[in-house]
């Protein structure tokens, strides 16, 4: 079964820093990897996809993410971190459906 | 840009109760799912839908669980004798997913609070 994981329930940074989401996944054959936010009392917002091509996938709100297939891994990333962007983030891995990791709060400190 | 639309926002019901949860996805998506998430926890996927038919479903889906597309723009989960543990984030999700082309993302609704009482 496909699946990703998400080692770290809850991630601080200070507002203009640098942020880091983490996610690894374990598939059989090419990976279909996404990323979701949500915000408070909301659904789930599409931010990128990784299909194939580029390692470095750009999405919505600055965001990108960087697809690494000798660690597994399909980090999220945004270069200098906004109040705005604190919410919930999820890795998925998709075949006939999407399958999520458990979740990581990201708090923007101002 | 179109949406998925989901009623009510809040549903509140007795244990023992029938519930529908009511989605319309968007227009021209063929694919259609419902997931679940407890006190803002993992979502977990419950059931996808296709042509009429489900797809898949997880063993969260058991017996209690129902769904329906009464016509061409309403998709429904029922909840035939709801309980305490039924208390959730009812997310439906749509996609315009091909069976061999599995790079479309889902586009979730809002969501529907349901609380058993």
């Known amino acids: 079964a496909q699946s990703v994981a998400q080692p770290e329930d809850q991630v601080n940074v200070a507002e203009g820093n640098p942020l880091t989401v983490k996610c690894t996944y374990s598939?059989?054959?090419?990976?279909?990897l996404f990323w979701y936010v949500q915000y408070p009392n909301r659904g789930l917002q599409f931010l990128l996809k990784y299909i194939t091509g580029d390692n470095l996938v750009k999405g919505s709100y600055g965001f990108e993410a960087e697809f690494n297939k000798s660690q597994t891994s399909f980090h999220l990333k945004k270069p200098s971190a906004l109040v705005s962007d604190s919410a919930l983030y999820f890795c998925?891995?998709?075949?006939?459906?999407?399958?999520f990791g458990t979740g990581t709060r990201l708090t923007i400190i101002p | 840009e179109p949406e998925v639309t989901q009623t009510p926002s809040h549903q509140v019901t007795q244990m023992g109760q029938e519930v529908i949860l009511r989605c319309v996805p968007i227009s021209n998506h063929l694919y259609f799912y419902w997931y679940r998430q407890i006190l803002g926890q993992k979502v977990e996927f419950l059931v996808s839908f296709y042509n009429n038919e489900i797809s898949e479903k997880s063993e969260i889906f058991d017996d209690q669980f129902s769904v329906e597309r009464p016509d061409g723009s309403n998709f429904t989960l029922k909840i035939r004798s709801t309980k305490l543990e039924d208390s959730a984030m009812y997310f439906c999700a749509s996609s315009d997913f091909k069976p061999h082309i599995t790079n479309s993302p889902l586009h979730f609704g809002n969501g529907t609070r349901l609380t058993v009482t």
């Open positions: 598939v059989s054959g090419n990976p279909y």
């Open positions: 998925a891995v998709r075949d006939a459906k999407l399958t």
